[in-house]
């Protein structure tokens, strides 16, 4: 299990700096994320994703629930009046909850690409102004060591906080 560590980097150099030393501490690259204001992260730097940008883990799994419920709903009507002449069995809810939890998914998702991760509003501003914003996967049995290296080698950079642990991250 991981957790996603959030610091905010004054500038370029102090995120490539850091970058270098995560690495050496064998924080996978695939771990960390960076972001900045449009066009001045380099190529060479893990930027954020698509997945992390915007809301979309968030949109899809409200989708599924909803999804779910309104398909179960549906199966469970279609059961109980079925067409004239047809015979539904229970096996028509689960197939209808699945439907409805997929399309939910799909929709909600679609739907959730077009708003930024509410996660990362609070450092907007200090983006655009110029700061860089460092997210971090650390495994949980390394969190304190990783933190007080941060702390310990730039006492200057900003803690943004912890999210809570995750199962395995891609």
Same mark, same amino acid.
């Given at each position: ?37 449009? !066009?001045? #992260?380099?190529?060479? $730097? %893990? ?6 940008? *915007?809301?979309? =883990?968030?949109?899809?799994? @409200? ?11 549906? !199966?469970? #009507?279609?059961?109980? $009046? %079925? ?6 069995? *229970?096996?028509? =809810?689960?197939?209808?909850? @699945? ?72």
């Amino acid at each position: 299990m991981r957790r996603r560590v959030y610091y905010v980097l004054p500038n370029i150099p102090a995120a490539r700096a850091m970058l270098d030393e995560l690495l050496l501490a064998r924080i996978e690259e695939r771990h960390i994320h960076f972001m900045a204001r449009e !066009g001045t #992260l380099p190529k060479d $730097m %893990p930027d954020c994703s698509f997945v992390i940008k *915007t809301d979309l =883990i968030h949109g899809a799994q @409200l989708g599924v629930v909803i999804g779910g419920i309104v398909g179960f709903l549906a !199966g469970v #009507l279609l059961v109980l $009046m %079925p067409p004239e002449g047809l015979t539904m069995r *229970t096996a028509a =809810i689960l197939l209808m909850a @699945l439907g409805g939890a997929l399309f939910g998914a799909w929709a909600s998702g679609m739907n959730a690409c077009a708003i930024p991760n509410k996660k990362l509003e609070k450092y907007a501003d200090r983006i655009q102004n110029g700061e860089v914003l460092m997210m971090v996967d650390v495994p949980l049995r390394r969190i304190r060591e990783i933190e007080e290296m941060i702390a310990a080698r730039h006492p200057d950079f900003s803690f943004g906080g912890e999210e809570p642990p995750m199962l395995a991250f891609p």
